[in-house]
């Protein structure tokens, strides 16, 4: 604020006398010219032709002000993102930290304890282990920790007490590049770069062939989409994706993350933001993602984690519950009720569910199976 101030004196001072010393030089010009103009020692000519070369004279003058005050803007602007670049990270690699070359996708979090201001734990010494290719969806209340979990394994923070592993190794031991080289992570809200469909596929293997574009993006059900364009996989991409709809951005996502072929696959409410109708594509592409990984799902929408292989419920930082979605429903503790709540929510929208049944006799009926 002070240097923009400062910048806008500066400019409010110097124009001003520009033009002052220039009208004075033009003044001066003619008076003078104009008595030798009369005294017949100076042609009129000559001085129309002296008071033009004047004005030139200063424009460039004039154009040097205001690019001083164009410079004054951007210095401040380049203090700033200076100032960004030189900040001092809470997370880097340890000294002597190791690659983590390949990856098994096995992933335990033990005794992890961790807040994100300090006197305040999010997480109460949780205690995970997720075999390699388990798909195991987390499952809870707004603020329970959720998406806390993804972001220590991810390694955004560090845990303030306990460990997160990956195959065996603290992920504080290792290079935080090597150790996302090994994960995909898709998000609600995906982030679609400027450019073509082509290129944003293409972010995390910038080296991929054409087929290999083209094959993802029919994995994820996104290919006949992009062909129905003017353009095809050459589309051009405002940005943010603002010429794009939602679920075409998150179909882009899954195939962005499925190009480089991850061990780990993190879905923090992917599908949360999609019509029924995309997401039923979708999960089919989903499925094709999910084979062969290690796969951690996030979701409110209850029916989209029935199938994962375990459901850990997690409320005030503590795994509260955990089995499968037939075992929990048993169970009728704090997962039967999120899963019945959604099916009221669903009932008060007017809508039931197949064979005409109401969406409480589907928890019924599930409950049993």
């Avoid at 009208?23 to 008071?51: K, N, T």
């Avoid at 993804?150 to 031991?173: C, K, M, N, P």
């Avoid at 062939?209 to 989409?225: I, K, M, N």
Wanted: charged share 20%.
């Amino acid at each position: 604020m002070q240097a923009n101030v400062h910048a806008g004196k500066v400019t409010a001072f110097i124009q001003p006398l520009v033009a002052v010393v220039s009208a004075i030089a033009l003044a001066v010009a003619v008076f003078v010219g104009g008595l030798m103009v009369r005294s017949g020692a100076l042609e009129l000519g000559f001085l129309v032709s002296y008071a033009l070369y004047i004005n030139r004279f200063f424009d460039p003058i004039r154009d040097m002000t205001q690019q001083y005050s164009n410079m004054q803007r951007a210095t401040v602007a380049a203090e700033r993102i200076f100032e960004i670049l030189d900040w001092p990270q809470d997370v880097a690699d340890a000294p002597g930290a190791i690659e983590l070359t390949t990856s098994r996708g096995e992933i335990e979090f033990r005794d992890v304890h961790f807040g994100y201001k300090e006197g305040v734990e999010v997480l109460h010494g949780l205690d995970i282990h997720v075999q390699p290719g388990e798909h195991v969806a987390f499952v809870g209340p707004t603020g329970a920790g959720k998406t806390t979990v993804i972001s220590l394994l991810a390694r955004f923070y560090d845990v303030t007490g306990g460990a997160v592993l990956v195959d065996g190794h603290d992920v504080r031991e290792v290079t935080m590049r090597s150790l996302r080289s090994q994960m995909g992570i898709v998000l609600q809200d995906p982030f679609i770069f400027s450019g073509t469909i082509r290129g944003n596929i293409a972010f995390g293997k910038p080296d991929a062939t054409d087929a290999e574009v083209e094959e993802v993006a029919r994995a994820v059900g996104l290919h006949d989409l992009i062909m129905r364009m003017e353009n095809g996989y050459d589309t051009p991409v405002l940005p943010n994706g603002a010429n794009l709809s939602l679920g075409q951005r998150q179909l882009i996502s899954f195939a962005r993350v499925m190009l480089p072929q991850p061990k780990i696959l993190m879905l923090d409410e992917a599908t949360a933001g999609i019509d029924t109708q995309t997401e039923a594509l979708l999960q089919r592409g989903v499925a094709r993602l999910m084979e062969g990984r290690t796969t951690l799902i996030i979701a409110h929408r209850l029916s989209t984690v029935r199938d994962a292989d375990r459901i850990i419920v997690i409320d005030h930082g503590r795994v509260a519950e955990e089995g499968n979605h037939a075992e929990l429903m048993r169970l009728g503790g704090m997962y039967a009720n999120l899963y019945t709540m959604g099916f009221r929510d669903v009932t008060s929208n007017g809508r039931h569910g197949t064979n005409g049944a109401t969406p409480e006799e589907q928890v019924e009926t599930s409950a049993a199976q």
